[in-house]
């Protein structure tokens, strides 16, 4: 079962940009955490466009779209919920 979703990676992506732009911080040090997160983040991003891609094949193919787990979307309320 998937514990991470594609949310989850996009705001830690957020987080480290604010981080390079905290000055109280070692740039050197927080550009080579900006590349590890960048360089695991692109693969995570080509798995999850392999996985819409086969959902949308399965779709197109059998009329049945199950979304992989990492492409939900937590439940998020509305003003008239």
Request: charged share 40%; glycine share 2%.
């Amino acid at each position: 079962m998937t514990k991470n979703k594609m949310e989850d990676l996009n705001n830690l992506l957020f987080e480290q940009l604010e981080r390079l732009n905290d000055e109280s911080l070692d740039l050197d040090q927080e550009l080579k955490r900006a590349k590890a997160i960048s360089d695991v983040s692109d693969k995570l991003i080509q798995s999850a466009d392999l996985s819409f891609k086969v959902m949308k094949l399965r779709a197109d193919m059998t009329g049945n779209v199950e979304t992989p787990e990492v492409l939900e979307v937590k439940k998020f309320e509305t003003k008239n919920d």
